[in-house]
């Protein structure tokens, strides 16, 4: 049963290959989106999280992408963010601040963005490159608040809300290798090693569905403008 369900994730995974960054027309997502609670995502991850996916910014600022915590919260919670550039935030004794020296994400371009990260540290990646490692120790506390996309895990959803398009969305409960991470950035989900979600974002008719086979699919819970 556990293969049948391994093989058919992978047959949804294949209708989803990402050929090059710029050349991606059909990620429509500019919503707000909420993911299950899940042990996958609230118990697994704590040593080991890669989070990774497409982006393209149409304005500068403070803008989150992942958010499972209080942006300065040091007790719980992780997120990756645009705050002049690339941040990692995380809850690890006093608290996880990465910022990236990578000072700019361009805009209206596609741009992969990825974070690696393990109790030795996490590493920024830019289009497959990696750009800047923090040597941070400790571990995780993913905490209770759900996983949010696009917008702020407490207090308003239009708090710091990414403005543009996410497209091919994955978070790992493994700390990816230079390698896995240019797989994952042209072949998102070709990596089943800890896959724990894979939302393509690239319908509009299933905008938050989870193709990973692990069916954490996204609530969408508004929009800024429809891009469909």
Same mark, same amino acid.
């Given at each position: 049963m556990?293969?049948?369900? &391994?093989v058919?994730?992978?047959?949804r !995974?294949?209708?989803h290959v990402?050929?090059?960054?710029?050349?991606?027309?059909?990620?429509?997502?500019?919503a +707000?989106?909420?993911?299950p609670?899940h042990?996958?995502?609230?118990?697994?991850?704590? &040593?080991y999280?890669?989070l990774?996916g497409w982006v393209?910014?149409t304005k500068q600022g &403070?803008?989150?992408i992942?958010? /499972?915590?209080v942006?300065g919260?040091? $007790?719980f919670?992780?997120g990756?963010d645009?705050?002049q550039?690339?941040r990692?935030?995380?809850s690890?004794?006093s608290g996880?601040?990465?910022q990236? $020296? +990578? /000072?700019?994400?361009?805009l209206q371009?596609?741009?992969?963005?990825?974070?690696?990260?393990?109790?030795?540290?996490?590493? +920024?990646? !830019?289009?497959?490159?990696?750009?800047h490692?923090?040597?941070v120790?400790?571990?995780l506390?993913?905490?209770p608040l759900?996983?949010?996309?696009?917008?702020a895990?407490?207090g308003?959803p239009?708090?710091?809300? +990414?403005?543009?398009?996410?497209c091919?969305?994955?978070i790992?409960?493994i700390?990816m290798?230079t390698?896995?991470?240019?797989?994952t950035?042209?072949r998102p989900?070709?990596?089943?090693r800890?896959?724990?979600?894979?939302w393509?974002?690239?319908?509009?008719?299933?905008?938050?569905m989870?193709i990973?086979?692990?069916n954490?699919h996204? $609530?969408e819970?508004g929009r800024?403008t429809s891009?469909?």
């Open positions: 556990g293969k049948q369900k &391994d058919a994730a992978k047959t !995974i294949k209708r990402v050929q090059s960054g710029p050349g991606i027309v059909a990620c429509l997502q500019s +707000f989106f909420i993911a609670n042990p996958l995502l609230d118990e697994r991850i704590s &040593d999280l890669t990774c393209y910014v &403070d803008q989150r992942f958010c /499972k915590s942006a919260n040091d $007790t919670g992780y990756l645009l705050h550039g690339l990692f935030l995380g690890s004794g996880i601040n990465c990236s $020296t +990578f /000072k700019q994400v361009p371009h596609w741009t992969h963005v990825a974070l690696s990260f393990s109790p030795e540290g996490a590493t +920024f990646y !830019i289009n497959g490159e990696p750009r490692h923090c040597p120790r400790g571990s506390d993913p905490g759900p996983l949010h996309l696009g917008m895990a407490r308003s239009y708090s710091g809300p +990414f403005e543009g398009r996410m091919m969305m994955s790992h409960s700390a290798t390698e896995e991470i240019e797989v950035m042209h989900g070709a990596i089943r800890g896959l724990v979600a894979l393509p974002m690239n319908s509009s008719e299933s905008l938050g989870d990973s086979g692990n954490l996204l $609530t819970h800024i891009m469909f």
